[in-house]
């Protein structure tokens, strides 16, 4: 790592703020690139094989778009961004955080939701209604790469500490109740959009975990050589169609639109310069 780097590491850490969660606890595990130290209780096999089965079901129980230009696309501007992630962390000698990731991407048919996601391990989903949000590849790469950061910054393992940790109180409850919490909730069968929920999926995830996925995808698709100053436009592009409606929750809070934009109108010139594409791409 040289010195620019450092800086600009150091600048990302102080603009989102440090871990809290110490020094030298064996159940803290770093962020690549950022090098934030987060809280990781959990397996990564463990979480990826809930992600896997619930993925399974969200294409069962969803209505898939029949689209193949555009899921082409998708998964075109996915294998490319896979591709320079890997090479990557290959190039600068660390372990690739994708290793054991099963790439897959899927759009769903649904024009009202406006929204993209990546559930660990590399599973992928884009609603039809957020196409017209992104417009063209770049602004495709913009949101992907956010997603696809999420799920190598490995944020729903630490998300799942951490409620695992809040979640104490609950379990406590339940073994002096006789496991009737989760009888109740095994009854009620799968729950997709609960699932989803665990994940961070449908709700946004802290406000660090934003700013992060949003730094970290614009180096992802700055390295699959796309134009990433797109991103700012596709943040403009989705306030304006929210304007005079109720904004979404996953998008409605921290951090907000507008002081997102001028995050990423900052990062956006050193990121193209300290991380060009990897690879020449086509
Ligand atoms: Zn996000």
């Not at 196409?131 to 997603?147: Q, R, Y």
């Not at 490995?154 to 919490?181: C, F, M, P, Y």
């Amino acid at each position: 790592m040289n010195n620019t780097n450092n800086i600009n590491r150091r600048n990302f850490l102080k603009l989102i703020g440090y871990c809290t969660c110490g020094l030298a606890i064996p159940s803290c595990s770093t962020v690549p690139i950022t090098e934030r130290r987060q809280l990781s209780l959990l397996p990564e096999s463990y979480i990826n094989r809930h992600a896997f089965r619930l993925y399974e079901n969200v294409k069962k129980k969803t209505k898939l778009s029949e689209d193949k230009i555009t899921l082409d696309e998708i998964k075109e501007v996915g294998r490319r961004i896979e591709e320079s992630v890997s090479a990557y962390f290959e190039s600068t000698n660390q372990k690739d955080p994708t290793y054991n990731f099963q790439w897959e991407y899927i759009l769903i048919d649904n024009d009202k939701i406006k929204n993209a996601w990546c559930l660990p391990g590399g599973k992928i989903a884009v609603y039809t209604g957020i196409l017209e949000i992104t417009d063209n590849i770049h602004g495709l790469a913009a949101v992907m790469g956010h997603e696809i950061a999420h799920a190598v910054a490995k944020h729903s393992i630490e998300r799942a500490s951490r409620s695992l940790v809040l979640n104490i109180g609950t379990t406590a409850a339940d073994i002096a109740s006789g496991g009737a919490i989760s009888r109740t909730s095994r009854a009620t069968g799968v729950d997709v959009a609960g699932m989803l929920r665990t994940f961070g999926i449908d709700n946004p995830f802290g406000r660090k975990q934003e700013s992060e996925a949003d730094y970290l995808g614009l180096i992802f698709s700055s390295l699959a050589g796309y134009d990433i100053r797109e991103s700012v436009k596709v943040w403009q592009r989705m306030q304006k169609s929210f304007k005079g409606q109720e904004i979404p929750e996953w998008m409605s809070t921290h951090p907000s639109s507008a002081k997102r934009i001028t995050s990423l109108s900052n990062w956006i010139p050193e990121i193209i310069v300290q991380y060009p594409p990897i690879r020449k791409i086509m």
